[in-house]
């Protein structure tokens, strides 16, 4: 198999890292390019044995799989370097946010299958949590499927269901990530030091994590199983006021909804 990646930032690092630390693809089979940050794909090399190259017909020469993983603003230049040298066997897939299939199809000037999934950096970790949609032409789904459920789980959707996807698990883990940090900075407000407020926070999220994975109960029922009648937890409930905090995760959500459209409609 050779799978090519056209960038190889946060996003393709956490996926190549992934699949290679769950071993469906061999370090040899992986190619890199890049346009800044070209030490980095050095260091990939060295530390991973990857393939790292620059001439995009040594890229896209007998690839399986084409990963777009740029930003998006950067795919025009992206779709100049591959549109001369794609093949027809060669599966395009994106990561990209808000890029439509049509739009991807038309820049590469071709009706090669296209796949975007939408995945996140949890995929360092194998614990991405990824949709998928697909080109009504894409055949052979399982093979992807399979390289794609080596770093995390999928969720396979309509192409109109990719904002939203977009928001909830691209982007959901960075706002559960401002939410501990402001958890952090409230316990230096409450009396401890930084690096105390770090080590409470993390162990807390790290145990609530494994308990949402391990114990099998609802969110709700977890929060119950703490809640004391007329205790602490009950009293700090009450203040933290459930209806106030789903409204402002509802925004946060819909304004990251709506930039993936806004990306979608050629905004940048
Ligand atoms: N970071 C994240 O958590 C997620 C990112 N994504 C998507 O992944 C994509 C990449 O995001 P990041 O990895 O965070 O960005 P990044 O800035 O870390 O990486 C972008 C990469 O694209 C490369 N690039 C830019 N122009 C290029 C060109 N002309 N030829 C070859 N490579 C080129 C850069 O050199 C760099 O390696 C974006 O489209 C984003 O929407 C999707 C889900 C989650
Ligand atoms: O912020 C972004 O646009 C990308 C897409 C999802 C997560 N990061």
Do not use: C
Not at 88 to 100: D, F, H, L, R
Not at 170 to 190: Q, R
Not at 225 to 242: F, P, Q, R
């Amino acid at each position: 198999m050779k799978i090519t990646f056209y960038g190889a930032g946060n996003m393709a690092s956490a996926i190549f890292i992934g699949m290679i630390e769950n071993q469906v693809v061999k370090p040899e089979e992986i190619f890199l390019t890049s346009k800044s940050n070209k030490e980095k794909i050095l260091f990939f090399k060295e530390k991973l044995g990857v393939n790292v190259a620059w001439d995009d017909k040594e890229l896209m020469e007998d690839a399986d799989y084409v990963i777009l993983a740029s930003k998006p603003q950067n795919f025009p230049e992206v779709a100049d370097r591959i549109r001369d040298h794609i093949e027809e066997k060669t599966k395009v897939i994106s990561v990209m946010a808000g890029t439509q299939i049509n739009t991807i199809q038309t820049e590469l000037g071709t009706n090669n299958p296209v796949a975007r999934v939408m995945p996140n950096t949890n995929a360092m970790v194998q614990h991405s949590m990824s949709g998928i949609t697909y080109s009504s032409n894409f055949k052979d789904r399982d093979e992807l499927v399979e390289l794609m459920e080596s770093y995390g789980k999928i969720v396979e959707v309509e192409e109109d269901e990719m904002h939203n996807i977009t928001a909830a698990t691209g982007s959901g883990s960075a706002f559960l990530y401002y939410i501990y940090e402001k958890y952090a900075e409230s316990l230096i407000e409450l009396g401890f030091s930084e690096q105390q407020a770090m080590f409470l926070t993390k162990n807390l999220v790290i145990g609530a994590g494994k308990m949402v994975e391990e114990s099998g109960i609802t969110f709700s029922e977890l929060r119950k199983n703490i809640t004391s009648k007329n205790g602490t937890t009950e009293a700090g409930l009450e203040a933290l006021d459930g209806d106030g905090i789903r409204k402002i995760l509802t925004t946060t959500l819909n304004a990251a909804k709506n930039r993936s459209e806004e990306i979608s409609r050629g905004e940048n």
